[in-house]
């Protein structure tokens, strides 16, 4: 006769900072050896500090803005389901 209320879901607990050590291991890695090797021929010359801040110019927005976010999202639906 009367409609119940939908059981309320409760969302996943966000990462612990060791979960999100590894979520951000598996985004930075990737990124920081597929870019020494795109960047080597450009960058290879020049000193190992202005390599590494050629690398980080490039990893650290692309893994802060779009793959971190994706691997954390993945981590929830995953937690979700469990």
């Not at 890695?29 to 050629?54: D, N």
Request: aromatic share 8%; hydrophobic share 55%.
């Amino acid at each position: 006769m009367y409609a119940t209320a939908p059981t309320p879901t409760r969302a996943p607990a966000p990462p612990t900072v060791h979960e999100r050590a590894v979520i951000t291991w598996v985004a930075i890695f990737p990124l920081v050896a597929l870019s020494q090797w795109a960047l080597t021929p450009l960058i290879g010359p020049l000193p190992p500090v202005l390599r590494a801040l050629a690398v980080t110019l490039v990893v650290v927005p692309v893994a802060v803005y779009l793959v971190v976010p994706r691997l954390i999202a993945t981590y929830l639906r995953l937690a979700r389901r469990r």
